[in-house]
DNA sequence: TAGTGGTCTAGACCACATC
DNA sequence: ATGTGGTCTAGACCACTAG
């Protein structure tokens, strides 16, 4: 199975190749889950060398078509996404996960008070002296990494409730403890997985990450949370709801 | 300058070349828009061949750290974020633009009455048989493509405004038109950059791009509009202002 | 033990940018 | 003419998975 005539096609032969591969898997010819040739059979199919196949299979990867275990092979995946709803931000995501029918767990990477990084003082409201109330959690879906969670406290919020904090999803134990979110701000926005991240989620170095950047509100607009949560984007989305449009408000929030 | 001693680190070298690069680019030893070593040098400066040190610097294009141009060189990337408000969706592209301080312009890759998809039927609550308006189009910003825009407009909304639709920005155009938009439902996720994609926008392969799905609606629940707007992550983000939460409200918001 | 993907080498040729 | 990044080869060794 020869790519094609030398002469009409400019493209590179790993592009022609891994736009093969992902007709075929959108075809259905490799189905979801199954695994692909191994890169030396490839290799001999297309009749290249095996680094050529790599970088192949390397554009489906970043593409999140695939996915590679070393000593198994390349399998094909695909997956839907759970969503979570803009309005109700760090908020429920338990509540989220378990009516989409998965089981959702936490790990915590961290729970420390630390004097406050500027930006957080600012979002907080709060005096660069007093502390601030670190966390670090890694958020679960049916045992896969999905997303990472760090979330900053003021220390009246902090400190009382360190220990169910330190324990379990953000929002429930506010709720729980007599915390009753009012407002907020919020944005969205894309990045590539670091190293470090990509370990931390076993993702492909590169992967999109969607970043919610979120800072909440209880009482009198007192700050009860700020921080972010990094979600793989092969398994996460936002939705939101909007009413009474008016072109020249509500523009340009800034965190 | 060999990478460190081999006893210890159980990183891959390209790894442990691509984390120091990283640093020394955030460190500010290469600024912003200077031109990193050639492979060759960096090859001799690690002490690794070319193919390491390319894997090095394909790992930093992945994180959007440096971007590369045939013949000239590697280049450290960076730039600020433009951002949108979700609470004006497609809306106002131009004056978000504008106010932040860039000239914005349209190219249009097409506009015509195809018969509608499914899923863009259901959204504008059209029959199958009745015709629907296409449009595609990139948005520029500075003469940088940031985005790509695909719409789909009812029969009703398209037809009258064909001409002035296919030139201008969408929201503009539909306004200065009377057609008042007081109403949507918008869901945001990202999606690595096919190779299509990748190359519209010219960015590598992979690169994660921001999901803007929408339908609007104008007058008694009309749809005026639906569709996606495809934006790079490196360049855009989306802000949004929420007040008076209420957890068992609006969730789950289906596009 | 055999097969797989992950890493790395040394070298070749090409297309493009610059002088 | 020279230097740059982009493509591609042929081959080696390693780490991991499996029967």
Chains 1, 2 share one sequence.
């Not at 297309?46 to 489906?60: E, H, Q």
């Not at 009516?99 to 915590?108: A, P």
């Not at 076993?202 to 700020?226: E, H, I, K, M, T």
Request: aromatic fraction near 8%; proline fraction near 7%; charged fraction near 20%.
């Amino acid at each position: 199975m020869v790519p094609s005539e030398p002469g009409s096609d400019r493209q590179p032969l790993h592009i022609v190749i891994s736009e093969q591969l992902k007709q075929k898997i959108e075809a259905g010819d490799y189905s979801l889950g199954e695994r692909l040739p191994s890169e030396f059979d490839l290799g001999e199919m297309f009749g290249v060398s095996r680094t050529t196949i790599r970088k192949a299979i390397s554009n489906l990867l970043q593409q999140g078509l695939v996915t590679t275990q070393r000593g198994k092979g390349s399998f094909v995946s695909g997956r839907r996404k759970i969503s979570f709803s803009m309005a109700s931000p760090l908020t429920h995501f338990d509540m989220a996960l378990q009516e989409q029918g998965y089981v959702g767990h936490i790990r915590s990477l961290g729970f420390a008070a630390i004097p406050p990084p500027a930006e957080a003082a600012q979002m907080l409201q709060i005096s660069q002296d007093s502390k601030i109330y670190r966390q670090e959690k890694i958020i679960y879906a049916d045992n896969v990494p999905i997303a990472l969670e760090i979330d900053y406290f003021p220390e009246t919020v902090g400190a009382p409730l360190a220990e169910p904090l330190h324990q379990g999803f953000t929002y429930s134990t506010l709720t729980a403890n007599g915390i009753h979110l009012n407002g907020g701000n919020v944005s969205l926005e894309s990045i590539p997985a670091t190293y470090e991240l990509s370990e931390l989620l076993s993702v492909p170095l590169g992967l999109p990450l969607l970043v919610f950047n979120f800072v909440v509100y209880w009482g009198d607009r007192q700050p009860a949370v700020c921080g972010k949560v990094l979600s793989r984007s092969d398994w996460t989305c936002y939705t939101s709801e909007m009413a009474d449009l008016d072109p020249g408000e509500a523009r340009h929030t800034k965190l």
